[in-house]
């Protein structure tokens, strides 16, 4: 099983390195690896995770040669433009083929339109940018969810505090490295997301030893996903080896951020902060929103949009909203799948280079088709949920999330088959 290529170190330019992809160059940051040119390493989300002998990675390279060019051929069939864009859609691709940012009123255009055969362009342009910028590259990411008590009460979701219905779950550390070590040294994973609630009883201490325990036996990109914490805690989390975080601002209209958050420590400007500080900190940062929020607005879901964009993100990650039987959003309603893939599209189009994710809540609005359909409107980012079947149900955020009646096995290979079968390769994306 592969998520990952290796690829060739053909330039060291500080802590940058250029490595080579049959052919195809991609900058990676490299922090944790004594590293010279002419040496093979895996990299994902854009860091070096691990250097391996050259005789392994030629084994590694000589199964992928023709694949990984038969893939790209598949790639670049699907990416092939179609559709005749009306003049105002033609001006708005031009606008981004030059790598213009499109303005308010012409986002909102595209979040508007209603007429199929118009979102058909729309998403075949921003898959065929996303093919001319950043070619058939795939980011593969396991997440474990490894504790859903929450001390948090958002409005919005499953595991919020008050929900008293929900049998609550916590996996010690031993069991956390172990998962994570079968998910690297079994399962070939590079990239891990360690997500659950906020949960304090894994205090900063406990978070480093976990961080430092896989890090110790695993080359592997870690992501933390545990929302609003100290700054300490993250630069802790930082210093232990932790690469990545996830998390998101939800909304960027602050007043209905304070609607959804009534009775819960969730503070909306703390949040941006903390997310600004671990961009500045060096952290890989996967951010972004919850579309379909009752009382969000046009106007509210650009801001989400430029907002995410602003922060300069290294991973888009937006999905929508899901209403859960037991919060106060219940009787609230569903967006439909064609407003996410129009959010995707458009921010394809205003970053083109973006990792943008396609998220199980997206996979979750259309079981069958979900996860292609995001990946053909502008995404190239997907993550397997690797968490033990019998915690994975009780990780309610919101009901029926897709994957939860399969086994990690039987998600891993389908992910990978429609992954080749739409001509996607596990090359890394670079920074
Ligand atoms: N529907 C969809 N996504 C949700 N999240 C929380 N509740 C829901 C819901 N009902 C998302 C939030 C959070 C992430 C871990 O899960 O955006 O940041």
């Given at each position: 099983?592969?998520?990952a290529?290796p ?5 060291i ?14 900058n990676?940051l490299?922090?944790f ?14 860091i070096?995770?691990?250097k391996?002998s050259e005789?392994y ?29 009306n003049?105002?859609l033609k001006?708005i691709?031009e606008k981004?083929e ?14 508007r339109?209603?007429n199929?055969?118009?979102m ?11 093919q ?5 590259a ?6 474990i969810?490894?504790?859903?008590y ?16 929900l ?21 070939s994973f590079?990239?891990l ?9 894994y ?5 480093v ?16 996903s ?9 630069k802790?989390?930082?210093?232990a ?19 959804l958050?009534?009775?819960?420590k969730?503070d ?12 500045k900190l060096?952290?890989?940062?996967a951010?972004?929103f ?6 969000q607005?046009e106007e ?18 937006f ?6 039987p037991?919060?106060?959003?219940s009787?609230?309603k569903?967006v ?9 599209a ?5 970053d083109?280079?973006?990792?943008i994710?396609?998220?199980t809540a997206?996979?979750t609005?259309?079981k ?6 995001g990946?053909?409107s ?5 993550m397997i949920?690797i968490?033990?079947?019998r ?14 009646d399969?086994?990690?096995?039987e ?12 001509g996607?390769a596990?090359?890394d994306?670079g920074?």
């Open positions: 099983m592969c998520y290529i690829g060739r170190v053909v330039e330019k500080g802590r940058i390195a250029v490595v080579d992809y049959f052919g195809e160059h991609r990676v490299n922090d690896i004594d590293l010279k040119q002419g040496d093979y390493v895996y990299a994902q989300g854009g070096v995770v691990e391996v005789k990675a030629k084994q590694i390279l000589d199964y992928w040669k023709d694949k990984f060019f038969q893939l790209k051929r598949v790639d670049q069939k699907i990416s092939e433009r179609k559709g005749k864009p003049p105002k001006n691709f981004a030059k790598g213009s940012i499109l303005n308010r009123s012409e986002i909102l255009e595209l979040i339109m209603e199929k055969n118009e058909e362009t729309l998403f075949k342009f921003a898959n065929g940018l996303r001319r910028y950043l070619k058939n795939s980011c593969v990411h396991g997440i969810e490894f504790s859903n929450c001390i948090s009460n958002c409005a919005y979701c499953g595991i919020r505090k008050d929900n008293k219905k049998i609550r779950y916590r996996m010690d550390i031993d069991e956390i490295v172990q998962i994570a070590e079968h998910a690297v040294n079994d399962l590079k990239a997301v360690l997500q659950s609630g906020e949960d304090p009883w205090t900063t201490e406990k978070l030893e976990i961080i430092k325990r896989v890090r110790k036996k695993c080359g592997v990109l870690l992501f933390m545990i929302g609003t914490r100290s700054f300490n805690c993250y802790k989390m930082y210093e080896g932790a690469r990545g975080v996830l998390i998101r601002f939800e909304t960027s209209n602050p007043d209905l951020y304070k609607n958050h009534i009775n819960s969730s909306f400007n703390k949040r941006l902060e903390l997310i600004k500080y671990t961009k060096g952290y890989v940062v951010t972004g919850l579309i379909g929020l009752p009382g607005t509210d879901l650009i801001n989400d949009v430029m907002l995410t964009k602003s922060l300069n993100p290294d991973m888009y990650s999905g929508p909203f899901i209403p859960h037991e919060t106060p959003l009787k609230a569903t439909d799948i064609e407003t996410v893939l129009k959010v995707i458009v921010c394809r189009l205003l083109p280079n973006a990792k994710l396609v998220t997206l996979e609005l259309d069958k088709n979900g996860k292609r359909l990946l053909l502008g995404a190239n980012s997907l949920n968490t033990p079947e915690y994975k149900k009780l990780y309610s955020i919101y009901p029926n999330r897709a994957g939860i399969k086994s990690v096995k998600n891993i290979d389908e992910t990978l088959e429609l992954l080749y079968s739409l996607r596990p090359t994306l920074i």
